[in-house]
């Protein structure tokens, strides 16, 4: 179980190397926008990514981070929702919904939004970029 969790918190950081690419643009939701084309206004990447850092969660990543400033907001199955600093990895903040999240988080007008298991919809208020 530890295995299948660090390959899947692996995969997330993977993620999050991407998004650290977008600080120019912000991500603040899947694939970028309501329609998910996963197409940004951002200058193409120059190189190839290397590993910054990692996070742990007690549980597992399964949803893509949503970037708002210098902040990734990711859940976890441990059932919390994670704001990280994209420049040193550490948790800025969590917010606990005591049930897993399998949905990516979205950011809008300060507000960071989710969706727990079963269907219960989250919201935390935050600081923009923190």
């Keep these: 179980m530890h295995t299948t969790r660090s390959v899947s918190s692996l995969i997330?950081?993977?993620g999050l190397a991407v998004a650290s690419w977008l600080r120019a643009q912000d991500a603040p939701m899947f694939r970028g926008n309501l329609a998910h084309t996963g197409v940004?206004?951002?200058a193409a990447?120059?190189?190839a990514p290397s590993l910054q850092w990692q996070f742990h969660t007690r549980g597992r990543m399964l949803t893509s981070p949503a970037i708002a400033g210098n902040t990734a907001y990711i859940g976890s199955t441990d059932g919390r929702l994670y704001a990280i600093g994209l420049d040193n990895g550490k948790e800025r903040w969590h917010f606990e919904t005591k049930?897993?999240?399998a949905s990516s988080a979205a950011v809008s007008d300060g507000v960071?939004?989710?969706r727990s298991m079963p269907r219960r919809?989250?919201?935390s208020g935050l600081r923009y970029g923190g």
Excluded: F, G, M, P
């Design 12 to 14: 997330a950081l993977a």
């Design 40 to 42: 940004y206004q951002s």
């Design 45 to 47: 990447i120059a190189k």
């Design 99 to 101: 049930a897993r999240i």
């Design 112 to 114: 960071v939004s989710t």
């Design 121 to 123: 919809e989250n919201r």
